[in-house]
């Protein structure tokens, strides 16, 4: 599975927009972004994934660029729920494999009031 | 739906015990992941079923690890003389075929 760059950690507002940059340069054909959330003490959360169009649902929006080169999540209107810490996932989509997630170590997103 | 359910959610044991793990994935779903997350990390893989076929291991799962799906319903993943190591955030997931993940929330091993 092709790896992702993600910020260790960054802040936001509560209120703003809190925009997750992801790098994931050597992405293939068949591989899906896919971001996972993580808030202490539970299991990681599914948000959203898409394979090269952008992607809105009740959570948040994945915007990937056209070269699939690099992906950026955003959470409209963060909160103080959303802190957490954030994992982006390139997933092979594949018959006769296991399509497992590998996570890296994801951003830290700590909103603040 | 409730969910993926793991049980215990914390255990604690001496170094050398053996301990055995559940996981009851959402219904009707033929895939089950179990991963293992230490402090500051990621969870990395451990193992995949598809229905009760164990189809994929990690090196990470050394010869002291067992895991289980019989009739493609529960898992149990059990782990025999325990390691201070072995201390770690254990979590299953599962999904319907390649839909997305859903974990539960971990079973927390104390190794002591």
């Known amino acids: 599975d092709a790896k992702t760059t993600q910020p260790p950690s960054m802040d936001c507002a509560e209120g703003r927009a809190a925009n997750l940059p992801c790098n994931h340069s050597t992405i293939s054909g068949n591989e899906y972004v896919y971001w996972y959330r993580q808030i202490h003490s539970q299991g990681p959360q599914y948000i959203i994934h898409g394979l090269k169009n952008n992607e809105t649902n009740e959570m948040a929006s994945l915007i990937i660029t056209e070269d699939r080169k690099s992906s950026t999540l955003i959470l409209p209107h963060a909160t103080l729920r959303d802190t957490a810490v954030y994992y982006c996932?390139?997933?092979?989509?594949?018959?006769?494999?296991?399509?497992?997630?590998?996570f890296g170590t994801g951003t830290r997103l700590q909103v603040t009031l | 739906d409730t969910g993926v359910s793991q049980d215990p959610r914390h255990k604690i044991t001496k170094r050398g015990q053996n301990v055995t793990f559940r996981c009851d994935p959402i219904?009707?779903?033929?895939?089950l992941y179990w991963y293992r997350q230490t402090l500051g990390q990621g969870p990395e893989f451990l193992t995949y079923f598809q229905n009760e076929a164990q189809l994929e291991k990690s090196r990470l799962l050394s010869d002291r690890f067992s895991a289980e799906r019989p009739k493609g319903s529960f898992s149990t993943l059990e782990i025999q003389r325990t390691e201070q190591g072995d201390s770690a955030m254990y979590l299953c997931a599962s999904s319907l075929g390649f839909s997305p993940l859903h974990f539960g929330n971990g079973t927390r091993l104390t190794v002591t």
């Open positions: 219904s009707e779903h033929n895939r």
């Open positions: 996932i390139v997933r092979l989509v594949n018959t006769g494999t296991a399509s497992k997630l590998t």
